[in-house]
């Protein structure tokens, strides 16, 4: 499968922001699907993750209550809303889509990977 990561740009403290992810190959419902982000010098950190018919919805702790993904089957798009945005929320962010359902938390857990989109939130 092949994702493409849009949406994202310059924004300010408090704005709201929806990233999109566009997937296009194999049949969109055979994956689970995660938003991952990756800010400059740290580590690739989980999002948040949906089953392949939204049923089963993670959110890391940086997205508890802040953060909204969801899924259309019938479009094969990804989404991440994205409420009350801070500084801290800068960084790139990665749509992805695994095959398995084991470790979803962890990026080793996908096997497909968006090219990014950058999210700039300023104060």
């Known amino acids: 499968v092949q994702l493409q990561a849009s949406g994202g740009g310059l924004v300010q403290a408090g704005d709201s922001l929806r990233l999109f992810c566009a997937a296009s190959?194999?049949?969109?419902?055979?994956?689970?699907m995660g938003w991952f982000r990756q800010a400059p010098g740290k580590e690739r950190e989980f999002v948040a993750a949906i089953g392949p018919y939204s049923g089963i919805r993670y959110y890391g702790e940086s997205a508890k209550g802040q953060f909204t993904i969801s899924r259309d089957n019938a479009k094969n798009m990804l989404y991440l809303q994205m409420n009350s945005l801070t500084p801290e929320d800068t960084a790139v962010y990665y749509c992805?889509?695994?095959?398995?359902?084991?470790?979803?938390?962890?990026?080793?857990?996908?096997?497909?990977w968006g090219q990014g989109t950058l999210v700039t939130v300023s104060s």
């Open positions: 992805a889509a695994a095959t398995g359902s084991i470790g979803i938390r962890l990026p080793s857990a996908y096997n497909y």
């Open positions: 190959g194999r049949t969109f419902t055979a994956y689970i």
